[in-house]
T-cell receptor, first 112, second 115 residues
Framework: GESVGLHLPTLSVQEGDNSIINCAYS??????FIWYKQESGKGPQFIID?????DKRQGQRVTVLLNKTVKHLSLQIAATQPGDSAVYFC???????????FGAGTQVVVTP | NAGVMQNPRHLVRRRGQEARLRCSPM?????VYWYRQLPEEGLKFMVY????????ESGMPKERFSAEFPKEGPSILRIQQVVRGDSAAYFC?????????????FGSGTRLTVV
């Protein structure tokens, strides 16, 4: 079936290094993608979004890249900090009503 | 701005009991979404409601689960005759426009444990 999925379940990153989290999607009709951060015991927190008419979008320390040819998007976190330790989810909007389809998540662990 | 408020944060129920989960959307938000998260999995859509209307319940189990969003008061997700498999974190999100994206805000969730 159509789904949004992640490549790696856990990513260990040294503090100060850059993190790259990958996500593949299968629905070629997907046109809006969102990255969320979820800390332990909390709800998902919006990080950044991107529409299918773009291939790159930058925020504060984060960049999302979208490759429609291979149906892949990634989240890059610059200069990873201990506070970036969390589970990161990609999601796509499946209809005009705001229903989101989430991937399984990648646990990012920042080591000193 | 208190954000999306969910209560209780933790709920323990014995098999066969009823669970009631509450969600108060952000002020000015009239669109509410419920999601379920099993351990180490992503969130799965359950139901989308507007005031007094269920718009999309395609993710709701056919039996034992119901949701409402009355004219006054919070949205309620009700699970009757709970079973162990209902143990999960249940998240509510609200939106001002029903289109997702930046304005879509999640609560901190209710963690249901069925013993």
């Amino acid at each position: 079936g159509e789904s949004v999925g992640l490549h790696l379940p856990t990513l260990s990153v040294q503090e100060g290094d850059n993190s790259i989290i990958n996500c593949a999607y299968s629905n070629s009709a997907s046109d809006y993608f969102i990255w969320y951060k979820q800390e332990s015991g909390k709800g998902p927190q919006f990080i950044i979004d991107i529409r299918s008419n773009m291939d790159k979008r930058q925020g504060q320390r984060v960049t999302v890249l979208l490759n429609k040819t291979v149906k892949h998007l990634s989240l890059q976190i610059a200069a990873t900090q201990p506070g970036d330790s969390a589970v990161y989810f990609c999601a796509d909007l499946t209809d005009s009503w705001g229903k989101l389809q989430f991937g399984a998540g990648t646990q990012v662990v920042v080591t000193p | 701005n208190a954000g999306v408020m969910q209560n209780p944060r933790h709920l323990v129920r014995r098999r066969g009991q009823e669970a009631r989960l509450r969600c108060s959307p952000m002020k000015g938000h009239s669109h509410v979404y419920w999601y379920r998260q099993l351990p180490e999995e992503g969130l799965k859509f359950m139901v989308y409601l507007q005031k007094e209307n269920i718009i999309d319940e395609s993710g709701m189990p056919k039996e034992r689960f119901s949701a409402e969003f009355p004219k006054e008061g919070p949205s309620i997700l009700r699970i009757q005759q709970v079973v162990r498999g209902d143990s999960a974190a249940y998240f509510c999100a609200s939106s001002p426009t029903g289109t997702g994206g930046y304005g879509y805000t999640f609560g901190s969730g209710t963690r249901l444990t069925v013993v």
